[in-house]
């Protein structure tokens, strides 16, 4: 499995932060919208990415429920069909929650930014430190935390909980992130 280290904040000042993340940004940026699908699954989350009727991405992946650099495992499968994908998949496990957001992607050498308006939610930054196989879990926490201080994320605004979560917590009044 292809491995990450992430965080996730809350953004209270949106254009601020893009104008951060485009003067430290390699690459970038680039806007684009993603609808993403989540089943029921034990062993961690699945979800179907769809970014347009003949292109979507499948993804599996682990991630401990926790604010701060941590660890993401992952595998992704690409189809030309996600609407039918998704159907097979909601017949097969069942839904549990869907996401919609506008997202815009730069790069920070090997990290990739991700500034998300999320639908019903509101701003969000994610760093994901694309860890290389000779690369350990502090190494990526190393260059999270840099990247942090960088962009000032403070750490009052960290999420520990997927937008999946935090969109059902909507849903049944809760408010713990």
Same mark, same amino acid.
Request: charged share 30%; proline share 5%.
């Given at each position: 499995?292809?491995?990450?280290?992430?965080?996730?904040?809350?953004?209270?000042?949106?254009?601020?932060?893009?104008?951060?993340?485009?003067?430290?940004?390699?690459?970038?940026?680039?806007?684009?919208?993603?609808?993403?699908?989540?089943?029921?699954?034990?062993?961690?989350?699945?979800?179907?990415?769809? =970014?347009?009727?003949?292109?979507?991405?499948?993804? =599996?992946?682990?991630?401990?429920?926790?604010?701060?650099?941590?660890?993401?495992?992952?595998?992704?499968?690409?189809?030309?069909?996600?609407?039918?994908?998704?159907?097979?998949?909601?017949?097969?496990?069942?839904?549990?929650?869907?996401?919609?957001?506008?997202?815009?992607?730069?790069?920070?050498?090997?990290?990739?930014?991700?500034?998300?308006?999320?639908?019903?939610?509101?701003?969000?930054?994610?760093?994901?430190?694309?860890?290389?196989?000779?690369?350990?879990?502090?190494?990526?926490?190393?260059?999270?935390?840099?990247?942090?201080?960088?962009?000032?994320?403070?750490?009052?605004?960290?999420?520990?909980?997927?937008?999946?979560?935090?969109?059902?917590?909507?849903?049944?009044?809760?408010?713990?992130?």
């Amino acid at each position: 499995m292809a491995r990450n280290v992430e965080i996730k904040a809350r953004v209270p000042q949106p254009s601020r932060l893009l104008d951060a993340v485009i003067d430290l940004a390699d690459r970038g940026p680039t806007v684009f919208a993603q609808d993403d699908t989540f089943f029921a699954c034990p062993n961690g989350r699945l979800k179907l990415r769809m =970014f347009s009727p003949t292109e979507g991405q499948l993804i =599996f992946y682990r991630r401990d429920d926790r604010a701060g650099p941590k660890l993401s495992e992952h595998v992704m499968a690409t189809t030309a069909e996600p609407d039918a994908l998704r159907g097979t998949l909601t017949l097969a496990y069942g839904t549990v929650g869907r996401v919609r957001k506008t997202r815009t992607l730069c790069f920070v050498g090997t990290t990739r930014i991700h500034l998300d308006d999320v639908d019903d939610l509101g701003h969000f930054v994610e760093l994901e430190v694309v860890l290389r196989p000779e690369q350990t879990v502090e190494d990526g926490q190393a260059i999270a935390e840099d990247l942090m201080r960088r962009l000032s994320i403070e750490p009052k605004y960290l999420v520990r909980r997927a937008y999946v979560d935090l969109l059902a917590d909507l849903s049944t009044g809760a408010d713990d992130d």
